[in-house]
């Protein structure tokens, strides 16, 4: 992602000509948010089927509302709901798993 998308993507509003240039502004996105929840999990100790439900609603929430309310797309000009749900989700998932694992297991290495 270049620093015109990246601009773009923190202005509010912006006009989206190509619907794959806010696509890929919501997986990379979702891969930023990704690493910071596992962070965040991990240092507060979530665990278990909690962590994961919670991780699921916050991605799929956050990118809806970026898209929907900040950026003023009709989500249905990108796909509708489940293409901006699943829009790197495997990846992102990924990126969560292995962040929160490796934070829990640092930070609670001796509990």
């Known amino acids: 992602m270049d620093t015109w998308m990246l601009s773009k993507a923190i202005r ?12 890929d502004v919501v997986y990379w996105g979702r891969q930023v948010l990704s690493l910071i929840i596992g962070i965040a999990f991990g240092v507060t100790s979530m665990h278990g ?11 799929t929430v956050v990118a809806q509302h970026f898209v929907v309310k900040y950026q003023q797309v009709d989500e249905d000009e990108v796909g509708g709901f489940w293409e901006l749900a699943k829009e790197g989700f495997g990846s992102a998932f990924a990126t969560f798993m292995v962040s929160w694992i490796t934070v829990y297991s640092a930070v609670h290495q001796n509990s």
């Open 12 to 23: 509010a509003g912006s006009e989206w000509s190509d619907k794959d240039e806010l696509l």
């Open 49 to 59: 089927i909690l962590a994961i439900l919670a991780y699921v609603a916050i991605s």
